[in-house]
């Protein structure tokens, strides 16, 4: 106790009434392993002592809960769910916790239980995946990690949870967190920074080419990280790295709301591939009990010749509202988006993308495929901007829909903001629909209807499912076929 | 094989077949012709299922089976192929993945085991061969942009490949030129065996001097009004179905 009030010294006359405020009210006990819903610089604080961290980022945290309060919860024209409380949410549990978990595979949706039988999952996974309380935790991936660590260690690159990279590398930490994606950017960045709760750093040094693909999947603690998790990318000059997020399995989470930062900084020369397969739990057939992810992700070409790409197939969540940008700072720099969004049953998901070029030469691609059945809406959104000093930018954006049955919606909103004439911007849509023929024609051939949708879906997206390391492609198309499941016929 | 008893079927409440009577026996071939509009396709299309058009009196049966009650995929495990009159396109899909997943599925339906990737590319690059196909169409999308002769092409190969009992063949010929004509022949030929049947509709009597029928039939406004042997075609192509119909009508006073 005695540690965190010295953190919370300082001259600010504000500051000093705030820690006043904190040593008068702030009554739970720093030992407690959860914290009661609601959320107030109390709660921030707590968060902050209970991982032990400097001051920096205390302060950090302070102003961003402080400038949230001033933000309004953002509206949008494609996306409906009820009204988040912000303070009936518990932003604090440490990992032990999960009591309020199933007891057994028995308690676990069977429609979920199904798909993990689909994907070829083995049990013992199934039940880490499900949240099934008590489960040994020492499964093959831990081993597997370990030597990767090792493997990761001689090439000198870090990769480790965000608060241990908080604790052994602060001023690496410092001197980047925010600088892409400032708490002040919007409201659940802002939120974000206030309560995050873990994630993932990776830093690459200069030079270095990272001798294998990053993934959460291999991190020990990936399971845990909550709902407000915070990534950091680092790539220093002439540097490369992949990073996969997320599983193709879906995984039931107690938390409806999930608000995530991801930052990728690419300086000179560098290069960083993040890809994602997001399967959140998308809720039941009426749509109840699913995800709303909120997420921002926003890669920073600061170098010249840099490049960031972006991969995401998004089949899950009930709510998902994500556009990862690229800031094209440096000169000839390279941004892609390349992005399979599959919505079903009511499902509703407004993605897409920001390309901003600030430096000359800078090229963008973004081919998004919208894919929308049952209920559905699917919404693209994309901004091109182009800032008056950089000459010569290009950017090619490709966006087709594809509708299955005809209850569904998609929707495509492309804004274009050139303010160079000397800008190349280039712009494709389509809109298809799986056609009564077509699975006639497939069916006359003895291809099911589920496999016929399969088929036609993954070839509508096979631009994109090219992009993705190659066993996570194997497994993204058996995902939309699962996803896809009963669709049609 | 198949045995159709007064089968009768409308779209839209518009009754298009009007008492269809046709059976059709292991190793035979029959060949149907008749004016545009009488109600060719939409036989083949009852006979593999599609949706939309119902059977308002009739039976058919396949294989000792109640056709009716199979979907059309079941009917397609079953052997029957249809080569469209006008086969769709299918972009983003690929011809070879396509046919894969085809092979497969009436593998598995028979309980047979996946074909391997080497075996299947070796039984593609044969048959396609076998109609003269130019090898890039596999790797297209499916259908997508072909020409009309290599749609048709195309179907022979599928059909080639999935090597059913009884293969429907709707007017395969029409649109080809000279050597495709003879391909789709040859095709269809190195398939005719004792135990396998083909249905071939078609206006032109080339095509049954390269495919010799053992039956022709002249369909007319939904009813078959005249059988024969391969002779009949003769007789159509040089007389047309003007006196066929008169001498129907006449029948019918
Ligand atoms: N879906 C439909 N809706 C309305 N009418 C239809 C439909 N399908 C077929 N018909 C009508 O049924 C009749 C028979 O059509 P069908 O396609 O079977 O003729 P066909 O004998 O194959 O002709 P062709 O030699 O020109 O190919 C035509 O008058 C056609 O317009
Ligand atoms: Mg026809």
């Known amino acids: ?489 | 094989m198949l045995t159709i008893k007064d089968l009768h079927v409308s779209v839209d409440n518009k009754a298009i077949l009007k008492g269809i009577n046709l059976t059709i026996k292991a190793g035979e071939v029959h060949a149907i012709m008749g004016p545009n509009g009488s109600g060719k396709s939409t036989l083949s299309k009852v006979l593999a299922g599609r949706d939309g058009y119902t059977i308002t009196r009739g039976t058919i049966e396949f294989m000792g089976q109640d056709l009716t009650e199979l979907e059309p995929c079941d009917r397609a495990h079953a052997g029957l192929f249809l080569a469209f009159q006008y086969p769709v396109e299918i972009p983003g899909v690929s011809n070879v993945q396509f046919l894969k997943a085809a092979v497969n599925a009436v593998r598995k339906a028979k309980g047979e085991e996946e074909i391997s990737s080497v075996d299947f590319l070796k039984l593609v690059r044969e048959k396609m061969a076998l109609v003269d196909m130019d090898q890039d169409l596999i790797y297209r999308s499916l259908n997508d942009g072909f020409s009309g002769g290599e749609k048709k092409r195309n179907e022979t190969l599928q059909m080639l490949m999935l090597e059913p009992t009884l293969a429907i063949l709707d007017e395969t010929d029409s649109g080809l030129d000279i050597d495709a004509l003879q391909s789709v022949a040859k095709g269809v030929n190195s398939l005719r065996s004792q135990d396998r049947s083909f249905l071939m509709i078609t206006h032109y009597q080339r095509l049954l001097n390269h495919i010799e029928p053992d039956f022709i039939h002249v369909l007319a406004r939904g009813e078959i009004i005249k059988s024969g042997d391969k002779s009949l075609a003769q007789e159509l192509e040089a007389k047309g179905y003007g006196w066929l119909l008169q001498e129907q009508a006449d029948e019918c006073e």
């Open chain 1, 1 to 489: 106790m005695t540690k965190r009030s010295e953190k919370v010294e300082t001259a600010d006359p504000i500051e000093e009434f705030l820690a006043q405020d904190y040593e008068h009210g702030f009554v739970t006990d720093i030992e407690t392993d959860a914290l009661p819903p609601g959320l107030s610089e109390e709660v921030v604080r707590f968060i902050s002592a209970k991982k032990n961290e400097p001051e920096f980022l205390l302060e950090w945290r302070l102003k961003a809960y402080r400038h949230w309060l001033t933000l309004e919860e953002p509206k949008w024209a494609h996306v409906n769910y009820p009204k988040i409380d912000f303070n009936a949410i518990s932003y604090y549990s440490a990992p032990k916790s999960k009591t309020d978990g199933p007891k057994s595979l028995d308690e676990v949706d069977p429609e979920l239980l199904k798909t993990y039988e689909k994907l070829g999952i083995p049990l013992r996974e199934q039940k880490r995946l499900a949240g099934v309380v008590a489960v040994d935790v020492v499964f093959d991936s831990v081993s597997i990690a370990t030597t990767f660590r090792e493997t990761l260690k001689e090439a000198g690159v870090i990769f480790c949870s965000f608060a241990e990279a908080v604790q052994d590398y602060p001023e690496l930490v410092e001197a980047h967190l925010g600088s892409v994606v400032s708490y002040r950017d919007n409201f659940y960045a802002a939120l974000n920074a206030a309560v995050f709760s873990d994630g993932s750093f990776c830093y690459i040094p200069e030079g270095v080419r990272c001798p294998m693909e990053l993934s959460t999947y291999f991190r020990i603690n990936a399971a845990n990280t909550g709902q407000f998790e915070r990534t950091l990318i680092i790539a220093e000059p002439g540097s490369y790295v992949s990073y996969l997020e997320g599983c193709t399995a879906p995984m039931r989470d107690e938390n409806q709301l999930h608000a995530a930062v991801v930052e990728l900084i690419a300086k000179e020369k560098a290069e960083i591939k993040y890809s994602t397969v997001q399967n959140w739990y998308p809720g039941d057939k009426d749509g109840k009990g699913g995800i709303y992810n909120f997420v921002t992700k926003r890669g920073d070409c600061r170098g010249d010749h840099s490049k960031i790409s972006w991969t995401q197939i998004e089949t899950g969540s009930a709510v998902t509202w994500k556009y990862p940008s690229v800031i094209l700072r440096g000169d000839h720099s390279v941004g892609e988006f390349y992005s399979v969004a599959l919505t079903n049953n009511y499902q509703q998901a407004d993605t897409g993308t920001k390309m901003i070029h600030m430096g000359k030469h800078t090229k963008s691609t973004i081919i998004s495929k919208g894919i929308s059945a049952g209920h559905s809406q699917n919404a693209y959104r994309g901004l091109v901007r182009v800032a008056a000093k950089a000459d010569n930018a290009r950017n090619f954006t490709q966006c087709d829909s594809l509708l299955v049955g005809s209850k569904c919606g998609a929707h495509t909103f492309p804004y274009l903001e050139a303010r160079n004439k000397t800008a190349k911007l280039e712009h494709e849509a389509t809109t298809s629909k799986i056609g009564e023929d077509q699975l006639f024609y497939l069916a006359q051939r003895g291809i099911s209807a589920d496999d016929a949708v399969s088929l036609i879906v993954n070839g509508f997206c096979k631009e994109v499912l090219n992009e993705l390391p190659m066993e996570f492609a194997v497994e993204a198309q058996k995902l939309l076929g699962i996803n896809l499941e009963g669709s049609v016929g």
